[in-house]
């Protein structure tokens, strides 16, 4: 009735969150298998409450009647093992920048975009969009139905986890040496990431732009729509967990903010809290374990003729990895596969 799995990167943070969301959402699995690179051999891994998993050695294992796999263990080991899953007939969700921008190979936000799973016959990979896209576009997309969206403009303010356990744990580490004035120079980071904000979240492009900044231009318009002008904004931020984006859409008509906020409450995935008061908005501590994406902070930009700001956060590791993958694998049970979820429901 259920499937095999595989899920690649198991040891690092967002392989952690894939097999909780697996085991938390009920997947259906008949086998699950823990995959990582060779150092990681034998290491332990838990899926579910009850089960432990030996971590096997990615490089040597055979896909063959592996019905679904989960990627995460970074772009240049997605490039040389998914095609090699895909070519046993493994469907690959793969949640690295390696394939994303290839035309024939979905880029899916459930919420947004699931009719271009039909694509997947393509080359049997799907391809799970940047964190700070997917939770922008779950909020954006039920407005995008009402007012056709012209242009975004949006800054982030994104975790030290979307570097990674290594990111999170440069964070903590430069924190405890300021607090008895000691330094440690950066290594995952540009600059010191304790009690600083940094303007660079990977590569400069040409244009001055980060390649963060270009990769939500890109799949904004790769996944909602090709005419959306996008600019943005990324920064690094000393959180642990959960990004943020101050986001000003410009509509191509008018979008009562009123209306806006009623569409977003009816909306899948989204939880609006927007009171006009002190705390009456979600931060990126609150979203921390949490599956939905938030909006807060709901009103009308006077600077252009159709216009609304709004505060979007979301945890990165669940909504922005993790739990957007486990979606697409049970979006592609219902549509194509066995339909077990229902079944078993």
Same mark, same amino acid.
């Given at each position: 009735m259920g499937y095999k799995v595989a899920v690649v990167g198991a040891t690092g943070a967002v392989g952690y969150e894939m097999l909780a969301t697996l085991a938390e959402r009920k997947f259906p699995v008949?086998?699950? /298998?823990?995959?990582? +690179?060779?150092? +990681?051999?034998?290491?332990?891994? +838990? %899926?579910?409450?009850?089960?432990?998993l030996k971590v096997q050695d990615l490089e040597t294992f055979n896909f063959k009647g592996t019905d679904i796999a989960l990627f995460s263990p970074g772009a240049k080991v997605s490039d040389i093992h998914a095609p090699?899953?895909?070519?046993?007939?493994?469907?690959?969700?793969?949640?690295?920048?390696? %394939?994303?921008?290839?035309e024939d190979i979905p880029l899916i936000v459930p919420e947004v975009n699931p009719q271009d799973l039909e694509m997947f016959e393509n080359r049997y990979i799907i391809s799970n969009p940047n964190c700070s896209t997917i939770q922008m576009l779950v909020a954006l997309k039920p407005l995008h139905d009402l007012a056709p969206i012209k242009r975004i403009v949006v800054s982030t303010y994104q975790a030290t986890g979307g570097a990674?356990?290594?990111?999170?744990? *440069?964070? %903590?580490?430069?924190?405890?040496?300021?607090? /008895?004035?000691?330094?440690?120079?950066p290594d995952v980071f540009q600059k010191e990431i304790a009690f600083n904000c940094i303007p660079q979240i990977d590569v400069f492009m040409d244009d001055g732009s980060t390649k963060e900044e270009w990769k939500m231009m890109v799949e904004t318009q790769k996944i909602l729509d090709p005419a959306i002008k996008v600019q943005a904004t990324c920064v690094r931020v000393p959180v642990f967990i959960g990004h943020a984006e101050a986001v000003t859409v410009e509509f191509e008509s008018?979008?009562?903010?009123?209306?806006?906020?009623?569409?977003?409450?009816? +909306?899948?995935?989204?939880? /609006?809290?927007?009171?006009? *008061?002190?705390?009456?908005?979600?931060?990126?501590?609150?979203?921390?374990?949490?599956?939905? /994406?938030y909006v807060s902070r709901i009103r009308k930009d006077p600077t252009v003729e159709h216009g609304l700001s709004m505060w979007i956060v979301s945890d990165n590791l669940r909504k922005g990895a993790a739990l957007n993958a486990v979606q697409i694998a049970e979006e592609m049970d219902r549509r194509f596969l066995k339909g077990a979820l229902d079944k078993a429901s």
């Amino acid at each position: 009735m259920g499937y095999k799995v595989a899920v690649v990167g198991a040891t690092g943070a967002v392989g952690y969150e894939m097999l909780a969301t697996l085991a938390e959402r009920k997947f259906p699995v008949d086998e699950i /298998v823990a995959l990582a +690179s060779s150092r +990681s051999i034998g290491r332990e891994v +838990s %899926f579910g409450d009850d089960k432990v998993l030996k971590v096997q050695d990615l490089e040597t294992f055979n896909f063959k009647g592996t019905d679904i796999a989960l990627f995460s263990p970074g772009a240049k080991v997605s490039d040389i093992h998914a095609p090699r899953a895909a070519a046993a007939d493994c469907i690959v969700i793969d949640n690295t920048s390696r %394939f994303r921008y290839d035309e024939d190979i979905p880029l899916i936000v459930p919420e947004v975009n699931p009719q271009d799973l039909e694509m997947f016959e393509n080359r049997y990979i799907i391809s799970n969009p940047n964190c700070s896209t997917i939770q922008m576009l779950v909020a954006l997309k039920p407005l995008h139905d009402l007012a056709p969206i012209k242009r975004i403009v949006v800054s982030t303010y994104q975790a030290t986890g979307g570097a990674g356990k290594a990111g999170m744990d *440069e964070l %903590f580490n430069q924190t405890k040496k300021t607090y /008895v004035n000691e330094k440690m120079a950066p290594d995952v980071f540009q600059k010191e990431i304790a009690f600083n904000c940094i303007p660079q979240i990977d590569v400069f492009m040409d244009d001055g732009s980060t390649k963060e900044e270009w990769k939500m231009m890109v799949e904004t318009q790769k996944i909602l729509d090709p005419a959306i002008k996008v600019q943005a904004t990324c920064v690094r931020v000393p959180v642990f967990i959960g990004h943020a984006e101050a986001v000003t859409v410009e509509f191509e008509s008018a979008l009562d903010e009123n209306d806006a906020r009623d569409q977003l409450r009816e +909306s899948d995935g989204v939880v /609006v809290l927007d009171e006009r *008061e002190p705390g009456g908005y979600i931060t990126q501590k609150e979203c921390a374990g949490d599956d939905a /994406v938030y909006v807060s902070r709901i009103r009308k930009d006077p600077t252009v003729e159709h216009g609304l700001s709004m505060w979007i956060v979301s945890d990165n590791l669940r909504k922005g990895a993790a739990l957007n993958a486990v979606q697409i694998a049970e979006e592609m049970d219902r549509r194509f596969l066995k339909g077990a979820l229902d079944k078993a429901s």
